[in-house]
T-cell receptor, first 109, second 114 residues
């Protein structure tokens, strides 16, 4: 079956760096997405990786290793507003998105 | 403001009743999707439409139906609601299933079936 694994919850301190991991097993691969979802709100797009390596976008970076079925989202200089759930999703061979359950990130002052 | 609009935002419904969740987008996106989100689970695809006039079944289609009469609208109907359909429902769109385009989500419809 298809599976996306990510930690359920993580806690970090304001101003610090946190890495959220995502491992996947899917039938085919056509890209990996990270979305941010604040409580009670809709998910919003953060990043997209289709080739191996690191994509940097401001305080957020996303890394992909297709051979290992692994990605991570790196958040630097954490701010209180970064408290949210982070969703990992993979497009399979049919271009359907398979979603992880999300990682709830708690930022403490 | 361009985007996706869902209605209603929240609804309490008696079991056995029929309910339609509305979704409208003004981005002229070809592909539209309905997901449900339940605590501890990832977003699960209910139905999708790659273009106006076509629809397809997702991971959890039973008890739901959709139509795509035009590009902008993609309503989701629960013919006879059951308590297990209590969930938050998100409509989303993208510029095409086979592209790398991101999904744009509506604000969600919180449905409680009693």
């Amino acid at each position: 079956g298809q599976n996306i694994d990510q930690p359920t919850e993580m806690t970090a301190t304001e101003g610090a760096i946190v890495q959220i991991n995502c491992t996947y097993q899917t039938s085919g691969f056509n890209g990996l997405f990270w979305y941010q979802q604040h409580a009670g709100e809709a998910p919003t797009f953060l990043s997209y990786n289709v080739l191996d390596g690191l994509e940097e976008k401001g305080r957020f970076s996303s890394f992909l290793s297709r051979s290992k079925g692994y990605s991570y989202l790196l958040l630097k200089e954490l701010q209180m507003k970064d408290s949210a759930s982070y969703l990992c999703a993979v497009k399979d061979s049919n271009y359907q998105l398979i979603w992880g359950a999300g990682t709830k990130l708690i930022i403490k002052p | 403001i361009a985007g996706i609009t869902q209605a209603p935002t929240s609804q309490i419904l008696a079991a056995g009743r029929r309910m339609t969740l509305r979704c409208t987008q003004d981005m002229r996106h070809n592909a539209m999707y309905w997901y449900r989100q339940d605590l501890g689970l990832g977003l699960r695809l209910i139905h999708y439409s790659n273009t106006a006039g076509t629809t397809g079944k997702g991971e959890v289609p039973d008890g739901y139906s959709v139509s795509r009469a035009n590009t902008d609208d993609f309503p989701l109907t629960l013919a006879s609601a059951v308590p297990s359909q209590t969930s938050v429902y998100f409509c989303a769109s993208s510029d095409g299933a086979a592209t790398t385009g991101e999904l744009f989500f509506g604000e969600g419809s919180r449905l409680t079936v009693l």
